[in-house]
């Protein structure tokens, strides 16, 4: 497993053999995610790919948040050459979640805290969700005057249904762990306390099957989802988040 990260933890479980736990370690930040965190993401993605070893992984935040969604401050921003690599740069989002569902091990979001925009489609990208009783979600895009993207609209689809999805993503309204759970989206609500607990619980009942027939499964109920709603209904986004962006930069140039 890659080591030396900055923005994440990656660790492997000393008593539960074949589970690795996934932490954003932005605490002060509510685990923003940046460039930076989307590349260490990606980067252990790719580890895991090759890692036949490790069955289960469980993704979570440190602190107080699962996610505050994406880093929207100019700094966090990696400055680019033109249209071209902003157009590169804008898919991050989409690579990231790929990399999670794509992983063959089962993969578990553990929300411990509020989840917001690309909070909830990093979780959309896990196979299962456990949240916290205090835990609530948040899709502020449109509020925002820019698109969802991050190819989280067919993951939310595949999830919540048209109808929910259409709501949650028009209205941006909050909506809790309960809410969450009755619609669907999450497993099952834990006490706070006990979230990382019922986690670790959740994932040595899976380790305890066969390997095999776990493996099987997930590429089987991931090929019956990406055929019920395919991620490439999305494939502009990249393109919609540059045109928001170039909308935003002439809007201030007319108010100046």
């Not at 069955?55 to 440190?62: K, P, Y």
Request: hydrophobic share 45%.
């Amino acid at each position: 497993m890659a080591e030396g990260f900055e923005t994440i933890t990656v660790k492997r479980d000393r008593a539960l053999r074949g589970l690795v736990t996934i932490t954003l370690n932005r605490p002060e930040k509510l685990n923003a995610i940046d460039f930076r965190v989307h590349a260490e993401l990606q980067e252990a993605c790719h580890a895991l790919r090759y890692d036949a070893g490790a069955r289960v992984v469980i993704l979570t935040g440190a602190g107080r948040a699962f996610s505050s969604g994406n880093d929207l401050r100019p700094a966090r921003r990696p400055r680019t050459k033109g249209d071209l690599e902003a157009r590169l740069r804008l898919g991050d989002g989409n690579r990231t979640c790929d990399a999670i569902e794509s992983l063959d091990q089962v993969t578990i979001a553990a929300v411990n805290g509020l989840a917001v925009g690309g909070g909830v489609a990093l979780a959309a990208a896990c196979d299962l969700r456990l949240a916290a009783e205090s835990a609530w979600f948040s899709i502020p895009e449109v509020d925002l005057a820019l698109p969802l993207t991050w190819n989280a609209l067919p993951r939310l689809m595949r999830e919540l249904g048209p109808a929910r999805t259409k709501e949650l993503v028009m209205t941006c309204d909050r909506f809790t762990a309960q809410q969450a759970l009755a619609w669907g989206f999450v497993n099952h609500v834990h006490a706070d306390g006990r979230l990382m607990e019922q986690a670790r619980m959740l994932a040595a009942k899976l380790l305890a099957k066969d390997a095999m027939a776990i493996a099987a499964t997930k590429s089987a109920t991931a090929a019956l989802g990406r055929a019920m709603v395919p991620p490439e209904a999305t494939q502009a986004d990249r393109e919609m988040l540059l045109l928001a962006s170039l909308l935003e930069r002439r809007r201030r140039g007319s108010d100046a």
